[in-house]
């Protein structure tokens, strides 16, 4: 039964209320408190962990792209000056090949001139020879 006037039982009650408050609390609230203390800790360095490798992936993106980038240019600028390159080359071996082709018929036009004026010569001394033997013909009677 309740009574209001207090007993020893009460006050037993009270002590044994208190022990075993601070029995709970040493045997089964604390672990579990510095449980997940830890794992809270363990979580955020993860949470930290995951951030950093995050960002770093962020920063070798750019990176990458960045040095693509530059060897795109790198590249392009490298073609441009192989293909100068080749371009005065080609030019050159043009001019060589003119050059040589032009000497070519200076040399041929003077051999041509020269073999004309040989040609020329021998048929303007047999000239009369041609001449008195068409007259023979076309008159039918000898000079």
Excluded: H
Excluded at 82 to 96: C, G, N, V
Excluded at 104 to 129: D, G, Y
């Amino acid at each position: 039964m309740i009574t209001v006037i207090p007993d020893i039982s009460t006050v037993y009650q009270m002590i044994n209320f208190l022990v075993l408050l601070f029995v709970l609390n040493l045997v089964l609230y604390k672990p579990i408190r510095n449980v997940l203390l830890e794992r809270k800790a363990k979580i955020k360095g993860m949470q930290d962990g995951a951030e950093k490798a995050a960002t770093a992936l962020v920063a070798g993106e750019d990176a990458y792209k960045n040095g693509l980038k530059k060897a795109r240019s790198e590249g392009l600028k490298n073609k441009e000056a192989f293909l100068d390159e080749a371009s005065q080359e080609e030019k050159e071996i043009i001019d060589k090949i003119n050059k040589k082709a032009q000497a070519n018929l200076a040399q041929i036009k003077k051999q041509v001139a020269e073999e004309t004026e040989l040609a020329r010569k021998a048929l303007e001394s047999e000239v009369e020879v041609f001449a008195k033997a068409i007259g023979e013909k076309i008159l039918g009677r000898a000079f």
